[in-house]
């Protein structure tokens, strides 16, 4: 890896939105290990399990428990933070709530993203912003050569719809707001799915397999022949890491969309990834099939060449992504630190 780039953040002060989430605490940590000054805004943990209490970075990074829909408490913690660099991630972001919730889907994702917007807006000290969506943010017509950037937005359900709307929202703010401001840029991140150890979101694939591998049940798949990019939460997020220190030095250059998805060969069905982390675990695990209840969308594949002229790409393979995840819940299951399970596997990673 060339560290260079990531050398830009030692020193500065970073704000990220959803630094209470799966991705938000590997990026909080791997920003504070950079040299970063982190401030984060989210709702609070979900539990003692999840991966920001384990890190322990409340103790690590300035923070505040918040709504992302909290337009006036939002751009007063940026203001008042004043940073030079921001990522926002707070989002709801599971398909199969959406259908439940599809109010709180649009409001946290679209206005609550309007809000991080306006929040940057009126930030003078911002030089950097990265915005994260989606790869399901594109009108999925299940394309061999995987959706490239100028594609069409789309979604079909609710949370995909959200970002598509969450993408239209950066693009007038782009256009009406950002294109005069010459020291500021701004761009959105689409990645795939991603794994990695510390995710214990309910209905998420991973959690749910190794909770049925600790307890020795049999694990229930939906829909076990759906294809997707799954890729190490470590790879999207050197993604975002190498734009932001990019928009700083070039804003202009580098505003707009990237995607950050696997190799095109690399995505797999729910079924092989399944199978692949039981075989990692070094354990047999049952199967179940229930007919899934709601719609889920048909492959989607990314085209990253992109991302490829920022000196991006993706550092684990499908095989790699998968055996490095069930090393990590494996470890803390056994006892060891997170936090230095964490670190040991953002060390390996920049190797
Ligand atoms: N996990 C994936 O596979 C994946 C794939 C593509 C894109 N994404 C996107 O990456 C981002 C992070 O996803 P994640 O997997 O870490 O999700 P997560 O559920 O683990 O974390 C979501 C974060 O958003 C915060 N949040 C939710 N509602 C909020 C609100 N109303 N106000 C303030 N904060 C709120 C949560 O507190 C949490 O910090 C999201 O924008 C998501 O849509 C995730």
């Given amino acids: 890896m060339n ?10 002060r970073v704000f990220v939105t959803g630094h209470t989430g799966f991705k ?28 920001y209490c384990r890190l322990g970075l409340s103790r690590l990074i300035g923070h505040l428990e918040a709504d992302i829909r909290d337009a006036e408490l939002l751009r007063e913690a940026v203001r008042d933070f004043r940073p030079e660099f921001m990522f926002h ?26 809000n991080a917007l306006e929040a940057a ?26 959706c490239k950037e100028d594609d069409a937005l789309g979604g079909a359900d609710p949370y995909s719809a959200s970002k598509a709307c969450a993408e239209l ?23 795939g799915n991603v794994i990695g150890g510390g995710d214990w979101a309910a209905d998420r694939i991973v959690p749910d397999a190794v909770r049925a591998l600790v307890a020795g049940k049999p694990l229930v798949l939906r829909n076990p022949g759906a294809v997707r990019p ?17 928009l700083y030095d ?11 998805g696997p190799e095109l060969g690399q995505s797999r069905s729910v079924r092989e990834l399944a199978k692949r982390l039981a075989a990692s675990w070094g354990k047999p695990l049952k199967l179940e099939i229930e007919r899934s ?51 040991r596997q953002i060390g390996q990673y920049m190797v």
């Fill in 3 to 12: 560290p260079r780039p990531l050398s830009r953040f030692k020193g500065k």
């Fill in 24 to 51: 938000g605490s590997w990026l909080c940590l791997w920003l504070k290990d950079l040299g970063a000054e982190v401030f984060g805004y989210a709702l609070a943990p979900q539990s003692d399990h999840d991966l």
């Fill in 89 to 114: 991630l707070a989002a709801q972001p599971l398909v199969r709530l959406s259908y439940e919730q599809p109010l709180l889907t649009f409001e946290t994702n679209v206005l609550g993203s309007l």
């Fill in 121 to 146: 807006r009126g930030a003078a000290s911002l030089r950097a912003m990265v915005y994260v969506t989606s790869d399901k943010c594109y009108e999925n017509k299940g394309l061999a050569r995987g």
């Fill in 169 to 191: 929202v950066l693009r007038a703010y782009q256009r009406s707001f950002f294109a005069g401001r010459a020291t500021f840029g701004a761009a959105s991140a689409r990645a």
């Fill in 230 to 246: 799954w890729q190490h939460v470590l790879d999207p997020l050197y993604g975002y890491l190498m734009l932001a220190a990019r």
């Fill in 250 to 260: 070039a804003p202009k250059a580098h505003a707009g969309a990237w995607n950050f």
């Fill in 293 to 343: 209840v709601v719609p889920e969308a048909r492959s989607l594949k990314l085209d990253s060449g992109r991302a490829r002229r920022l000196g991006w790409r993706p550092r684990w393979d499908f095989s790699r992504a998968v055996s490095e995840t069930a090393s990590w819940y494996q470890a803390v299951a056994g006892g060891q630190d997170a936090l230095a399970v964490t670190r």
